[in-house]
Structures are given as C-alpha cells and as structure tokens.
C-alpha cells in the first residue's frame, strides 16, 4: 500500500507538478523527437526510485519510465484536439495501471526502508493531489462547456487567479475535514458564493454562471472526497 502512494507521489511530481507547460507544448509539436520527452521519461524513473527508497527497485523503477515514455508517445501521435480530453484520461489510467502492476511485481519482496511514517506518505500525496494535478483534470472536464467570449469577463482579472483560488480554497476544504471542521467548509462555500455573485451579476450570463458553478462544485466535492479517503487512511494506521 505505501509502496503505491510513493509511485503515485512520484507521478503526481513527475506528469504535474515538475513538468512546465513549455515541454508539454514542444512535445505536443515534435512528439517523440522533443528533448524534453526524454527529460521527463528520465524524471519518472528517478523520481520513482528516489521515493521508493530502496536500490533493489532501481530496476522497477526504469520499467516505470520506459512504459511512461511509451504511454507517453502513443498518446502524443494519436491525440487531436477534438479528443485531447479522452487521451488525457486513458493517459492517467494507463499510467495508474502500471504503477499497480509494478507494485504486485515487487510485493514478493520485504519492504523494510522507509524515509517516513506511512501517514506522512498518504498525506503529502492527498494534498499534491488537491492542487494542480486537480486544477488540470478540472480543466480538462468542464472545457466541453466554456463560454465561448468569456475574455471579455477576464480582462480586469489577475494572471491566474481563478487556477491560484480553486488551489487555496481546496486546502482549506482538506485541512477542515482532517481537523474535523466540517461547518468551516459550508462558510468557506458561502464566503466564495457572496464574492462571486457581483461578477457573475455583472456577467448577465447564464453560461457563465452555471460553468463557475460547475467548477466550483467539482473542485469543492473532490477536496471533500480526497480529504475524507486521506481521513479513513490515515485513521486505519492508528
């Protein structure tokens, strides 16, 4: 079980966190022949036997990378713009599935090396999930309804405030729950409607409306479901 939460750390780091839009970008253009493809094969590898923290996984560990980098590539020559969303998916499930299945492969062997308790473990990895690898898939699942001339409505906005709140307002959400604050989180909601409701009076647009208040219950229902799966974990180990 920690063995796959270090895995799923190492990818959260290696496919979100550690990898800048500009290698997604000359990829997506040069797909295998871009540099930095290898860059981030490389990353997976080393980030998943730094984590795994044990030398005989080495070997495992550069299974990881090669089969990201195949995973990687497939995705890359057959994704177009119109199904970018649907590969992204299948991408993550593909990458999740061999994580699992290098986890079955090492299993017959004792794992004894640990940097930190399991529960340090199971809550770095809930709270990287929380921030941009949900502000992508968030992204990628509401874009089918994005207001087509919503530029209009952002003009006056800061660089990415929106991605930075939906971030801030998801710890929040995942530190009230492992603190046992549930009523905090209705406030939070409250506090986020009451601020909003000028710009989307303003707006005097449904489809915005309803799209802000789409990602707002999506990002709110995933902080709520990571924190209380992080919560149900972490009790187990007491």
Request: zero cysteines; glycine letters at 6%.
């Amino acid at each position: 079980m920690i063995l796959f939460v270090k895995l799923l750390l190492a990818h959260l780091l290696g496919d979100f966190i550690w990898q800048p839009n500009s290698w997604v970008a000359d990829k997506e253009i040069k797909k295998h022949k871009s540099i930095y493809l290898y860059f981030h094969i490389l990353l997976h590898g080393i980030l998943a036997a730094v984590l795994a923290g044990e030398i005989q996984f080495i070997p495992y560990a550069l299974i990881i990378a090669v089969t990201h980098g195949i995973i990687d590539v497939i995705k890359l020559n057959f994704q177009k713009k119109e199904t970018k969303r649907t590969w992204f998916v299948l991408d993550q499930i593909a990458h999740l599935v061999i994580l699992i299945g290098v986890v079955f492969l090492y299993e017959n062997q004792t794992i004894n090396l640990l940097w930190f308790g399991s529960q340090f473990w199971i809550f770095i990895t809930g709270l990287l999930f929380i921030t941009k690898p949900t502000s992508i898939f968030i992204k990628t699942i509401i874009s089918i309804w994005s207001p087509e001339n919503n530029e209009s409505h952002t003009d006056n906005s800061l660089a990415s405030a929106g991605n930075y709140i939906g971030i801030l307002e998801r710890l929040f959400v995942f530190g009230f729950i492992l603190t046992g604050h549930f009523e905090a989180i209705g406030f939070l909601l409250a506090a986020k409607s009451i601020f909003r409701f000028g710009d989307l009076n303003e707006a005097k647009e449904r489809k915005l409306t309803e799209y802000v208040l789409i990602g707002t219950l999506i990002s709110f229902g995933i902080a709520i479901i990571t924190g209380l799966v992080v919560q149900a974990l972490l009790l187990q180990l007491l």
